[in-house]
């Protein structure tokens, strides 16, 4: 069995490491728990058809669920690599300047053992980091709520004893819920240290209970690319996923480009294709946004094509499934011709509303310049209500159907900042 090699942390190489994304990370975490006794268990699909709790598969605790609400957990434990999805990368703006911190497909290490177990579980999470990650107790910083007395005594029975962070996060930190009725957890969460990047959370230790506070058992979760990422001290978590291996990463664009790339040929994969209903919507959204990445990077479709096959025969196992996405990528533009149209927008607002924002928000989602918002005393002409102002403001639209998105920004715009576009 060959371990993947340790690099000197806090390189400035930009470019992803080849090794970050060979199979050879994972053959090494499947030899480790397999020879410690844990028995593995399959991971879920995409979409978990029996959890209704959840959209898409988040974490490595989806697979366990079962086991904790009804199946007994075989001695020593069990072990899953889930593939996850979540969504929190749609969220910001294209012109986001920051580096990536978190993925939106990722792979999950997950180990689940009884409640006995806990102290043995410690000390299989120690060997595990040091024989595959090469991150040995001096890296290690466990962040932990003092009244979580389990959870530090798990790591206090052992010598020498991690560095521990005591109480110094909010709430939510610490306490979990799974949206399953009778299921909880509190966890522990350990980061690897490095000296140019301080310390990144990378994975969890939890303490599931029921509704009484009777313990479950005890699970251990860790991102292999967050591992990856903090061990090397990356600039940016992307340069340790697949991706990266297939698509430029070097800027914070770039960077959001290669992780989108990564979740449209997931969800295709899994037979999710852009139209109605959750699963489909999210689709959309995110075929959308890649198209709109690409041309923010100067990335035409035919690169963008070549580079998404690649990944898809290397890494998902062949790339039939993404004929339908060729289609929608160039749909745009191709059925009507852009036209170019000022369009007017007035909205209703509360007197201490900032007009600021209306501009910073359509320029971050929309790529439009706005002129100057004002606001005003009647709607339209029409009176306000005490307390009331209305604000109007100009924007240039070029697009396939200048008014449609016009509606459509006006319409976002009053959900996000709470406004009206017509008077009551």
């Known amino acids: 069995m060959t371990f993947p090699p340790r690099r000197k942390t806090g390189s400035s190489r930009a470019g992803p490491a080849r090794e970050k994304c060979s199979p050879d990370v994972e053959a090494c975490l499947q030899g480790f728990w397999n020879a410690q006794g844990y028995q593995p268990i399959a991971p879920e699909p995409l979409l978990p058809g029996w959890d209704r709790s959840i959209l898409l598969t988040n974490s490595a605790v989806v697979p366990f669920k079962r086991r904790l609400t009804g199946q ?6 069990i072990w899953v690599l889930q593939p996850c999805t979540r969504l929190h990368n749609l969220l910001p703006p294209i012109d986001h300047p920051s580096h990536l911190s978190l993925l939106l497909c990722f792979r999950m290490l997950g180990v689940l053992v009884r409640p006995d177990r806990v102290v043995p579980l410690a000390q299989d999470i ?4 040091d024989t595959v990650y090469g991150v040995g107790l001096d890296r290690l910083l466990i962040r932990v709520r003092s009244d979580d007395l389990e959870l530090v005594r798990m790591w206090r029975q052992r010598t020498p004893v991690p560095a521990m962070e005591f109480d110094r996060q909010e709430a939510d930190y610490y306490d979990w ?19 140019d990047t301080g310390a990144r959370d990378v994975g969890n230790v939890l303490q599931f209970l029921d509704d009484g506070g009777q313990t479950l058992g005890f699970g251990f979760g860790i991102g292999l690319e967050a591992a990856l990422w903090a061990r090397d001290g990356l600039r940016s978590i992307i340069q340790a996923a697949p991706i ?3 698509m430029p990463t070097g ?19 899994a037979g999710i294709r852009p139209g109605h209903g ?7 959204k995110a075929v959308k946004r890649l198209r709109q990445l690409a041309a923010a990077v100067g990335m035409d479709i035919e690169q963008l094509e070549a580079a998404l096959k690649r990944y898809a025969q290397q890494i998902l196992g062949g790339d039939a ?5 060729w289609i929608l990528l160039r749909k745009d533009g191709q059925d009507v011709v852009p036209s170019e149209r000022l369009q007017d927008i007035s909205l209703r607002c509360t007197v201490d509303f900032n007009p600021d924002r209306i501009q910073a928000y359509v320029l971050n989602h929309y790529s439009l310049s706005v002129n100057r918002v004002e606001l005003f005393d009647d709607y339209r002409g029409a009176p306000l209500r005490p307390g009331e102002k209305a604000l109007g403001f100009r924007m240039s639209v070029h697009s396939s159907s200048p008014s449609r998105l016009a509606r459509q920004i006006c319409g976002e715009l009053a959900r996000v900042f709470h406004l009206q576009s017509r008077s009551t």
């Open 72 to 77: 007994d957990v075989p001695w020593p434990g």
């Open 126 to 129: 120690l060997g595990f980091l």
């Open 177 to 195: 819920t799974f949206g399953m009725k009778g299921l909880r957890a509190v966890g522990s969460t350990f980061a690897i240290l490095a000296p």
């Open 244 to 246: 990266a291996s297939f």
């Open 251 to 269: 800027g914070a664009k770039e960077e959001r480009l290669a992780d989108h790339a990564a979740l449209v040929g997931t969800l295709f994969q």
């Open 278 to 284: 959750r699963e489909r919507y999210l689709a959309k």
């Open 321 to 325: 499934f993404l004929g339908d996405l």
